[in-house]
């Protein structure tokens, strides 16, 4: 951490006119009931190399243990990762709630766990999709979620790397046009994720728990946030968090980690 950020919106900057810094820091620090929504990677936690190491930045994992303990502002993440994937990486206790798998999965903050509900016809194709990777592909290759099935080909011989993409191409090509999943190519491999869930229904799904005047926002930093930055508009702050502006709906720029270890401080702070 650099120089003690400041407890404010001070460091955020407004994405688009209309955005009153001085009235959402007044709104946070005299709210009755509040909810932060956090978005995990690239957010609360920079990108690394091994995404088994994505820790929060200095500091994040000390302010959310004591937000939560304040018992103020119902802290909430909100993830592609799956849950059992970020309780490690977060390392507090008591965990907040989380909604991980893009929101096919719900961990209360009571401990409660919702799993995926999906319909027959995804849950059929990820259980068949599964037998059949493990009957053409090494196990140590292979990563099974809680809402996608997945292979790794990152590291493989060059040879090898394209005969594994060739296979699972031609066997995946099927469902490019099936709305019920998803064909998700990451850096080293590809997953079949079951479709119909974004982070913008779990905004929703939050929005209707809370009490009317109980002050808002998200933040997040890439394109699966810009559902929840929708889905929050007119009702919540939308906070980008990244080092530059890009077209987005959010209302504010966060540049991690300051700016966003000043907006949680603020959220910290009361009046
Ligand atoms: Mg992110």
């Known amino acids: ?111 409660r766990y919702e799993g995926p509900n999906f319909t027959f016809q995804q849950k059929q194709i990820l259980d068949s999709e599964w037998d059949w990777l493990q009957k053409h592909f090494d196990a140590a290759r292979l990563e099974h979620k809680p809402a996608s099935v997945a292979l790794h080909w990152r590291g493989q011989p060059a040879e090898t790397q394209t005969h594994m993409q060739e296979v699972l191409g031609e066997r995946w090509n099927r469902y490019r046009t099936d709305p019920a999943l998803d064909l998700h190519a990451f850096d080293g491999g590809l997953e079949l994720r079951a479709a119909g869930k974004n982070k913008g229904d779990a905004v929703r799904t939050l929005l209707h728990e809370i009490m009317e005047g109980d002050v808002v926002a998200y933040c997040g930093d890439d394109a699966t946030d810009e559902d929840a930055f929708e889905a929050l508009e007119g009702r919540g702050l939308r906070v980008l968090v990244r080092g530059t502006p890009r077209p987005s709906h959010a209302d504010v720029l966060c540049p991690p980690p300051d700016a966003l270890i000043g907006f949680l401080s603020l959220w910290m702070e009361g009046d």
Do not use: C
Request: charged share 25%.
């Open 1 to 111: 951490m650099t120089e003690s950020p400041a407890n404010s919106t001070s460091r955020l900057q407004p994405l688009h006119e209309g955005v009153d810094l001085s009235a959402v820091d007044r709104s946070i620090r005299k709210r009755a009931g509040g909810m932060l929504l956090l978005d995990y990677d690239g957010t609360l936690a920079p990108f690394v190399e091994q995404r088994d190491r994505a820790f929060p930045y200095p500091g994040i994992r000390e302010m959310l243990g004591e937000l939560i303990a304040q018992h103020r502002t119902r802290v909430v993440i909100i993830s592609g990762r799956a849950v059992e994937d970020l309780r490690p990486l977060l390392g507090i206790d008591p965990l907040p709630e989380i909604w991980g798998s893009h929101g096919w999965e719900r961990l209360h903050a009571d401990g």
